[in-house]
């Protein structure tokens, strides 16, 4: 039994090795294909990277780790919301125009604005809930619509709301209040660049995504959902509203997307906002098989192949998107190496549960045990 | 996860399945009947382009690359294999175009768009089908995938190349276009009479005949190709069984996996095609970032067409459309629209009301018809913002309101492992 066990999480561990040494050679027969410097390229990405950099990284997982919880939880029953790139971005916009005005005191403001990113990326996401439940659109393809609306959307009010000061021709909200800005924290030694404030955001949406999915009627509900809508009708789940629901909370979270950015480095909304991030949630959520600690891995490893791949230009000439290459060959390799080592382990029991079963003396060997 | 998505909402049609009723005269019955509401509506608001040949020669170089990209959806999705790469394997094409149309002419430009199509095709067919991976992850992964690399191969092969640079190819020879002479220069003078209907349809044959692309008549070709090997020929019998039962399919001696290759292979040189026309034909030229979504709408034309081919070119053509007169005409065209909406959003309304006594989405729909219709008559034009969302509303509007008469393949995206089938 114990020998077992520790084959399955060989098995476990395997797959992610497996992958990372299927994406290395991979990005290294591209690189030699197109005749760049191989070794030159991965000294770039592997160094240690330097203070500054870390800070960096693990701000951009902040950012990152929020995308693909938010996308995640649609993941787990089921639901494909590609539209978190939409939701962000209006929800930001509208956190930034009120906690702009100032009208509140210091973190009631921020409070507030938070509350207004949460609702407001909720209902965005809401409405490609309702499309599906009432009329019966993918929320593959109502999203993808939603993501291009909200981008005219904002583009339209942006441009209403503009801080206008004379004289400048800058497109950002007003910038909010000093007392309404959050603090970062000096984490790494060796650099005056802080961490996000908001970190302690991000894990504490991980932590209740984890709360929610598994210690909860509602998580049980959404999880059978996913893996059986027939299963979970039968056993009296009103999917309908489930659908909703996980929409409108995915949404609510990935409202909160922008808000590291906006109160922890912009402190305004404007057109050079950071857009993207939904799709890279993503591919997150997928890495970290939806798991609130593997996103985490997963955001870190992202972010640091981002960062660590914008020194490739100056220091070794090579295009810096290459970075994409390697980090859509892992996203396939990890979903294939995962796939490849269920398929061992499955073939690994049937082989043990056959051999116990001739071991008992006179059984028949049972049907379909060697696939 | 399976990518097959949740039932929730969509209705879903068993038992003997309505037969579409699409004779070829009541296809000339609806297209003449739309005509005529773009002819009123011309008249009415005075927003000439609605129907100008222009217009509609925009709207076919902008309905064009999704209707291949949509063709390319179709293929893979009839195998069962649900294809949200099409992004991926488009941005590839447009590499491909650039590249081969550089160095070696136009058609080949063309022959290496679909060949680097079919390259991101195989990827996703190595993982959905040998592998069995979910197919929207792998999906998901190529559209990463193609993004990098057609951006780190252009900045490889177009650097330092006359007129090129990291991020564009040199500019590309054209492709040939062609025209009828005669009946384009007749059907341009009744278009300039501006005769109610008849110039309108004066304009809308003339853009067929003057100056289409030969990419443009092969991509039609295609459509025609693939209905005839997917509906009349035993290969596609086979491939379609495979999207609906893969396992009635092995039972009968189809070899499951290679079918599904197959169609994924083809999808993607056909998504690939998509991004050769706009490098080739569109712009003359590879830049980064030239599909621009495209291959989700194409994606969302497909799936608007019910998977057919003939439907998937109605989606693209909707899409074309509406993308060509708020580019060209801007806030006013779009304006025209708003009215044409208003009454569509009404007499839906009214049709609940009285005809099936739905009271609350009647009333809805009357409701946002008036504010629409109430907002065309308060104003004069569109802001320039809300005119480039026009073909997303459009599409989602259309949509809503026809959803749920779909139906996709019994087994799209389902895993399927041969000898699996209990």
Known sequence: ?371 | MSTAGLKAGAQVITGAVRKPHLSPGRVALVAVVAVFLIAVLRLVTGANDLASSGALAAAIGLAVPIGLAGLGGLWSERAGVVNIGLEGMMILGTWGAGFFGYHYGPWAGLLGAAFCGMVGGAIHAVATVVFGVDHIVSGVAINIIGYGAAKYLAARTFSGTPGGGPTQSPSLEALPTLSIPGVSSALGTLEQKQIFFVSDLAGILRSLVTNVSVVTLIALALVALTWWVLWRTTFGLRLRSCGESPVAAETLGVNVYRYKFMAVLVSGSLAGLGGGYLALVAANIYRDGQTGGRGYIGLAAMIFGNWRPGGLVGGAALFGYTDAIQLRGGGTTVHAMLLLLAIVLVGIGLWQLLRTHRVVQGGIAIAVGAIVGGYFFVSETVADEFTGMTPYVATLLVLALSSQRLRMPAADGLPYRKGEGH
Do not use: C
């Open chain 1, 1 to 371: 039994m114990n020998a077992t066990n520790l084959r399955k999480l060989g098995l476990a561990l395997a797959a992610p090795a497996l992958a990372i040494l299927v994406a290395f050679m991979v990005t290294s027969v591209v690189l030699l294909l197109a005749g760049d410097p191989v070794v030159e390229v991965w000294t770039q990405l592997l160094t240690v990277p330097r203070p500054r950099l870390v800070v960096a990284i693990i701000n951009g997982a902040t950012v990152y780790y929020l995308s693909a919880i938010a996308v995640a939880i649609g993941f787990r029953m089921n639901l494909f919301n590609i539209g978190v790139d939409g939701q962000y971005r209006v929800a930001a916009f509208a956190a930034a125009v009120f906690a702009g005005q100032g009208w509140l005191p210091g973190p009631l403001n921020i409070f507030v604005s938070l509350l207004i990113a949460v609702v407001v990326g909720g209902l965005w996401a809401g409405l490609a809930g309702w499309l599906k439940v009432s009329r019966g659109v993918s929320e593959v393809i109502s999203t993808i619509m939603l993501n291009a609306i909200a981008t005219g959307l904002v583009s339209y009010l942006l441009f209403k709301v503009a801080d206008s000061t004379v004289g400048s021709n800058v497109t950002n909200t007003k910038t909010i209040p000093v007392s309404s800005q959050v603090p970062g924290f000096s984490l790494i030694p060796g650099t005056p660049n802080k961490v996000y404030g908001f970190i302690l955001l991000s894990m504490l949406i991980g932590v209740g995504y984890w709360v929610v999915l598994n210690k909860t009627r509602f998580g049980f509900d959404l999880r059978a959902t996913g893996r059986s809508e027939t299963a979970a009708v039968a056993s009296g789940v009103n999917v309908k509203r489930m659908v909703m629901t996980a929409m409108l909370l995915s949404g609510a979270v990935a409202g909160l997307v922008g808000m590291p950015l906006l109160f922890g480095q912009d402190f305004s909304y404007g057109t050079t906002f950071q857009p993207g991030l939904g799709f890279a949630g993503i591919a997150i959520a997928l890495l970290g098989r939806n798991h609130p600690a593997g996103i985490a891995l997963g955001a870190l490893l992202w972010s640091y192949l981002e960062q660590q791949s914008n020194g490739l230009q100056i220091n070794v000439g090579v295009s810096s998107e290459l970075v994409f290459i390697i980090q859509g060959v892992i996203v396939l390799a990890v979903v294939i190496a995962y796939e490849v080592v269920r398929r061992a382990g499955l073939r690994m029991e049937q082989r043990n549960v056959a051999r116990q079963l001739s071991d008992q003396p006179g059984s028949p060997a049972p049907e379909g045990a060697l696939v």
